[in-house]
């Protein structure tokens, strides 16, 4: 209340002031007026005067002699009359050329009073406002004048301004908290969760403990968290060759990584993508593993572009294959339009154009020297080779590929989101090929029965493939191990 | 400032003078006061006077201006140098105080 009575009083005084100074310049205003005015009556005088002179030839007056003497004299020449021009310049002419020289002058002082008139009738309008202004300032309350002080410490600020923080994370961070780092090097995700350097020595460590696993697996391939860990791993390796398809297509796309939770399919997939995409460019390190799910159905052989020399294959009657058998299981909810994903394959799916009625793989966003390893033709007739071998296994495992995707259904507690990336859809395609030699028991059994999934041919699929048919009866795959464990 | 306005008060001056010259005729006489004398003058001798009289005003009249753009140039700049003097000052000040 202090303050506003302050302002109050200072309110009052300011508007007083400026009235003041308003009312100064009317007054001026109406000085000039007066003076004016007067001479224009002067001049009216004068011309009156001069035209009554020349009437007569002589008039008796009284000539002023001195400040204080008169004397009678005559006024002679009535018609000349020397005119006082200006700036020391004196014209003779006849009261008449006089007057009308008058005439003239008067028109000046005419104009200056017309201007003077108008400057008063601003001011008096400006001193209306000021006192009403006044007025209302004083007596009521409710017109209060808005004064904001600034502060100096607000101006100074405005020269530092602060930067706005970096974006450190990524938007789509539903579930995962990885950073889905694009294959170009975005410059967004610099200071993300993993720095580069981090996420190539996870990677390295993933690795190591891919091995280990993938030897215990060998071993026992009965229990279910080696199970789990063998396929895990597995993917995992699988996942490394096409980790810089991941990234890429994940910055780009900004899919949301797939719920790390009892899905042990997606749990691999998962496991996998995560390493991918902490690894933005981890593209020296891809192996040419390929993952076969028993359960997955085997791909039409539609190539898909993933890279410069690699393709994905896909094949519609596989997918439609693969959504009777999930609709048939009671999974009805998925939309059509929004293919639910819940296998790693189902990726796939999404990330294929319909172009002519035909479904034509998208072509990789991925660099292409992230395939540079990769070989198109000769990994593919591996590839052929491994899904002619699994494809055995498939049909012995088609029960069990419908209890895994049973099994998934139930596991996966979340929705799955889509995972937009043609490289995961890589990683569960009907193939999945071991890194590590000695694992070649695990492929045969590790086929998904993923429809249209399309393979990436892996570098080292010959040699997965002759260790496959080497050891087909000895591994088991991670996936097939828990759902035997389950049926039972 | 000063010389400015008298210098206009004059120009206006001129200005009504030839303008009333124009409306005399050659019969009339015009004197031109120069001192305490009245000296007789040509009409048309006189209207040439007042022109280059008035010229002259204008011209100097143009010369004060620029001399008074050119001198508010400089009070600015002098502004400015002061402000910046002011700034530093009052940075040292309060500087001087964290100090101590």
């Known amino acids: ?488 | 400032m000063l010389r400015v306005s008298e210098h206009e008060a004059q120009l206006t001056e001129n200005n009504i003078v030839k303008e009333e010259l124009h409306l005399l005729v050659s019969q009339n006489l015009v004197y031109k006061l120069i001192g305490s004398v009245l000296v007789k003058q040509d009409l048309e001798e006189a209207k040439g006077t007042v022109g280059k009289r008035l010229e002259n005003i204008n011209g100097e009249i143009k010369q004060y201006e620029t001399q008074m753009k050119e001198m508010e140039k400089r009070s600015e700049r002098h502004r400015e140098v002061l402000a910046g003097l002011q700034h530093e000052y009052q940075k040292s000040q309060g500087k001087v105080p964290v100090k101590v």
């Not at chain 1, 898909?304 to 294959?313: D, E, F, Q, V």
């Not at chain 1, 799955?416 to 695990?442: I, Q, R």
């Open chain 1, 1 to 488: 209340m202090a303050e506003r009575n302050e302002s109050k009083k200072l309110h009052p005084q300011e508007v007083s002031r400026f009235r003041e100074e308003q009312v100064k310049v009317v007054t001026g205003c109406q000085d000039q007026i007066q003076h004016w005015k007067k001479v224009q009556s002067d001049y009216e005088a004068l011309q009156q005067r001069l035209s009554t002179l020349p009437d007569k030839l002589l008039y008796d007056i009284m000539v002023p002699f001195g400040p204080l003497a008169f004397m009678p004299g005559k006024l002679v020449h009535t018609n000349e009359v020397t005119v006082l021009l200006g700036d020391n310049w004196f014209a003779k002419c006849s009261a008449k050329q006089a007057s009308n020289l008058v005439e003239h002058r008067k028109k000046h002082v005419k104009n200056a009073l017309d201007d003077l008139h108008k400057v008063v009738k601003n001011f008096e309008a400006r001193v209306g406002f000021t006192e009403d202004l006044e007025k209302r300032s004083s007596e009521k309350g409710d017109f209060v004048d808005i004064i904001e002080e600034v502060e100096n410490e607000e101006i100074l600020t405005k020269g530092k301004r602060t930067a706005h923080k970096p974006c450190s994370r990524p938007k789509n961070q539903d579930v995962f908290d990885t950073n889905f780092e694009g294959g170009e090097g975005d410059p967004k995700a610099t200071s993300g969760i993993l720095t580069e350097e981090e996420l190539w020595a996870r990677l390295d460590e993933l690795e190591t403990q891919e091995e280990l696993l993938d030897q215990k697996d060998r071993m026992s391939y009965n229990a279910d968290t080696n199970g789990d860990d063998t396929t895990s791993s597995s993917s995992e390796e699988e996942n490394e060759h096409p980790s810089g398809n991941l990234p890429c297509l994940l910055g780009e796309e900004g899919w949301p990584p797939v719920t790390q939770e009892d899905s042990r399919l997606i749990t691999c997939q998962v496991n996998g993508n995560s390493r991918h995409h902490s690894d933005d460019e981890d593209d020296e390190r891809s192996c040419v593993p390929t993952i076969y799910f028993t359960h997955t159905v085997e791909p039409k052989r539609v190539r898909i572009n993933t890279g410069r020399n690699t393709t994905l294959k896909f094949s519609e009657r596989k997918e439609e294959a693969k959504r009777k058998r999930k609709n048939s299981n009671g999974n009805g909810h998925s939309v059509p339009g929004l293919t639910k994903i819940k296998m790693p394959a189902d990726l796939y799916r999404l990330f294929v154009d319909v172009v002519n009625g035909e479904l034509v793989p998208r072509k990789s966003i991925l660099k292409s020297r992230s395939r540079e390893d990769s070989m198109c033709s000769d990994t593919s007739e591996s590839s052929d080779d491994r899904r002619g071998f699994c494809r055995n296994l498939s049909h012995d495992e088609s029960t069990h590929s419908d209890t895994s995707e049973g099994v998934l259904q139930e596991e996966e507690n979340s929705p799955s989101k889509p995972l937009p990336l043609p490289g995961l859809f890589e990683a569960f395609s009907g193939t999945v090929v071991e890194k590590d030699p000695t694992l070649p028991s695990l492929i045969p059994h590790l086929t998904i029965v993923s429809p249209a999934l399309p393979t990436i041919p892996e570098r080292k699929a010959e040699e997965v493939v002759l260790q496959v048919q080497k050891e087909p009866s000895k591994r088991m795959s991670k996936f097939k191990a828990a759902r035997m464990q389950q049926q039972i």
